[in-house]
């Protein structure tokens, strides 16, 4: 039987072309941790909505990026079409548990697959990191999808999609053993919703705390907020997008990158220059890290959360420690 071969990126996609050439291998490619990732819409739909928002957020050309999410989902579409086998390649953090539970859910709804048309190969460390020899063996133990993966899968993806974050908070004391990571990588995801105070998602914690001592490069503040992660899943793109609106006004909390954010055009030299560019924490950023000053209140919310849009006006906290949801 031909096999699709599905996994998170480029990188990875490139380390099983390796191995499993000449079968295809479709990138997934969707940061979908960031940005909007509504309930009510189909594959299609959502996909045309992500490229949107990627394109504007990034700076990237907005015909090609919706162009690249059309090619996408018609390769899958084709192949579920032709009775191709698919072979899932997944790694254990949060961006790669959200597109499972992605793919997973729409293999459950929209197609009526066999037993073992479909197969899942789940990594418990980052794919790229695997030797070969390892990356091989990961492949020969895919063990065909279940029927409690894909119910699992499809609750997970709805509470993820859904206006408020109840239900994620719901799944975090679920029993998710059926997907073993998936459980901290909706914890992890629930910790970017603001504290009870000072109103912080843990990225922005983890970067105020590393620029209290004094200011750092903003590549070597990235390497530091990647090292404090449990399971690191956040790419230098979406990081300094994040940086970005941290020092933007009103009442910036940083300061020292340039304004407009990373710079995605201009070759290595205008990337190398950005990532020295030394980032500083302001006297509002010190009193947000001290306590003295909810960030909610200092700068406000415009962020979503999968399908939760968080406003001023309409917003939840999550207190880690107490693993307690509540509103405004």
């Known amino acids: ?39 009510g819409l189909g594959l299609e739909e959502l996909s045309a909505a992500r490229a949107r928002y990627l394109a504007e957020r990034y700076r990237l050309d907005p015909e090609r990026t919706q162009g690249e999410f059309r090619s996408r989902d018609r390769r899958l579409r084709d192949a579920l079409g032709q009775g191709v086998e698919l072979v899932l390649w997944f790694e254990h953090d949060l961006h790669d548990q959200l597109q499972l539970i992605q793919l997973l859910d729409l293999l459950g709804r929209e197609a009526s697959l066999p037993d073992e ?3 899942l190969a789940q990594a418990d460390t980052f794919l790229t ?13 895919a063990a065909p999808v279940r029927p409690d993966q894909l119910e699992l899968a499809a609750a997970a993806w709805a509470a993820f999609r859904a206006p408020t974050p109840e239900g994620l908070a719901r799944l975090s004391e679920a029993d998710t053993a059926a997907l073993p990571w998936l459980a901290p990588a909706v914890a992890r995801l629930l910790e970017e919703l603001p504290t009870d105070y000072p109103g912080l998602s843990a990225t922005e914690r ?47 909390l940083v300061a020292g990158p340039p304004l407009g954010g990373f710079p995605f055009e201009g070759g290595e030299a205008s990337r190398a220059a950005y ?7 302001t006297h509002d950023g ?5 306590g003295r000053l909810d960030r909610t209140a200092a700068k406000p919310l415009d962020r979503w959360l999968g399908g939760t849009h968080l406003t001023n006006d309409d917003f939840w906290r999550w207190e880690p420690a107490t693993a307690t949801l509540r509103r405004g």
């Open 1 to 39: 039987m031909p096999r699709l071969h599905v996994t998170n990126g480029d990188a990875a996609a490139a380390r099983i072309t390796a191995l499993v050439a000449p079968e295809p291998v479709l990138p997934w490619r969707d940061t979908l941790h960031d940005g909007p990732v509504p309930d």
């Open 129 to 141: 990191e695997l030797e070969p020899v390892a990356l091989g063996e990961l492949g020969s133990r």
């Open 286 to 290: 010190g009193l947000v890290r001290e």
């Open 275 to 281: 990532l020295g560019t030394e980032v500083r924490i």
């Open 117 to 119: 048309r479909v197969r």
């Open 206 to 252: 983890y970067i105020l705390e590393e620029l209290g001592p004094g200011p750092l490069p903003a590549g070597e503040l990235h390497a530091r907020y990647r090292a404090r992660e449990r399971i690191p899943f956040l790419g230098d793109w979406p990081f300094f997008a994040g940086l970005d609106e941290l020092a933007a006004e009103p009442l910036p």
